[in-house]
């Protein structure tokens, strides 16, 4: 069962308005003097986890081949065991980082295999500084001067919000993208499902927990997700 089309109309129309304004915005960022170090082939922050609605993840679910759902679905299952283990918020995010790894969608030239599906998030990150400072690790193996002059050089660069390297009016324009993804799960399935990308991705592809969630039955989808081993209450959320 895929999503009903007006879903994933609405998401692809939100993505396209998103590239236009994040493309102008680039463009003037770049013409009074600011630098963008992402790019193709930049892969640092394909290792961080990911938030999104199921509406995106339903776009996603409906262009993947089978061999690249399951590759999805292995990466889900390493998700839900590290939510499940991991002793803390920060731990989750460092362990996801270096042992869940990298999204399986990540192509071996290092450029996203489905950048035109690829989620907000990835859609709307955007760095300041180069590559390294995007990596895990990178600010534990600083001293303190070097903690410092980050700071100092975050400070005085155009567009970050003063305290990550992050260019952060890319990532405020993408709230036009979150409320209409929000309106037409409103409107197509009396509720909203969110959390994480490769747990979503994998539900949106399987049949009980898309019917339920068609009928707007939370509780049918919560045990659907159970069922399938997906179920934890930090990777699928439903409002
Ligand atoms: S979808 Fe593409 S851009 Fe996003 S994390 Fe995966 S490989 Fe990277």
Redesign the pocket.
């Known amino acids: 069962m895929t999503a009903p089309t007006a879903v994933l109309s609405t998401v692809k129309a939100a993505y396209a308005r998103y590239e236009q304004r994040a493309g102008q915005f680039l463009r003037e960022y770049t013409a009074s003097g600011g630098q963008v170090y992402c790019g193709a082939g930049c ?1 640092g922050c ?1 290792n961080m986890p ?1 938030r999104l609605s199921l509406a995106e993840a339903a776009l996603i679910a409906s262009v993947l081949t089978p061999e690249e759902a399951h590759k999805v679905d292995k990466h889900a299952r390493k998700v839900v065991h590290n939510a499940r283990t991991a002793p803390s918020e920060d731990e989750y995010v460092h362990r996801h980082r270096l042992k869940v790894g990298y ?1 399986p ?2 192509g071996a030239d290092g450029a ?1 295999t ?2 035109d599906v ?2 907000t998030r ?1 859609r709307d990150t955007f760095s300041a500084f180069p590559a390294v400072y995007c990596q895990e690790g990178t600010w534990e193996s600083m001293t303190k001067a070097e903690r410092r002059d980050y700071q100092r050089e975050v400070r005085r660069t155009p567009g970050t919000d003063g305290e990550t390297h992050f260019i952060a009016p890319l990532e405020e324009l993408s709230e036009p993208v979150w409320n209409a993804c929000s309106r037409a799960m409103r409107q197509a399935w009396g509720l909203e499902a969110w959390g994480d990308f490769w747990v979503l991705t994998t539900l949106a592809a399987r049949s009980g927990f898309m019917a339920a969630v068609e009928r707007g039955d939370k509780g049918a989808a919560l045990r659907e997700a159970r069922q399938a081993g997906l179920e934890h209450p930090a990777l699928l959320e439903f409002a």
């Open positions: 892969f394909c990911i999204c969608l990540l996203c489905r950048y690829r989620p990835c």
